[in-house]
């Protein structure tokens, strides 16, 4: 059974960064793509970034592209997101997640329903 376990999350300051780290243990290799999804109070659960396993192949939600960069280790069974550039519209709690199977991302959309692993997520807290 594939766990992620999320860290890195914390405080900073508009214009600041952040690296979250998301490492996974388990029976990996059925894995076709993992990503980040994050969640603000109030607010429904969206997709940031996904990255297909073995072609590396990345994809971004709009409000985070050119400020964020969705990576994985060699070994693939660590998840990174580096944050730049980070706006109070940033905070939110993050979550990692996998996929075994179906799209993750297909008509410029994320298909959360098709991630079924879920990390337990780190807060990101981004003041003005």
């Known amino acids: 059974q594939v766990q992620l376990v999320e860290s890195g999350g914390g405080s900073v300051q508009a214009g600041g960064s952040l690296r979250l780290s998301c490492a996974a243990s388990?029976?990996?290799?059925?894995?076709?793509?993992w990503g980040w999804f994050r969640q603000a109070p109030g607010k429904e659960r969206e997709g940031v970034a996904t990255i297909y396993t073995d072609t590396g192949t990345t994809y971004y939600d709009a409000s985070v592209q050119g400020r964020f960069t969705i990576s994985q280790d060699s070994a693939k069974t660590t998840l990174h997101l580096q944050m730049n550039s980070l706006k109070p519209e940033d905070t939110a709690l993050y979550y990692c997640?996998?996929?075994?199977?179906?799209?993750?991302?297909?008509?410029?959309?994320?298909?959360?329903?098709?991630?079924?692993?879920w990390g337990q997520g780190t807060q990101v807290t981004v003041s003005s």
């Open positions: 388990g029976v990996t290799s059925r894995r076709v793509c």
């Open positions: 997640a996998s996929s075994s199977g179906g799209f993750c991302y297909t008509g410029r959309s994320f298909r959360a329903n098709n991630f079924n692993v």
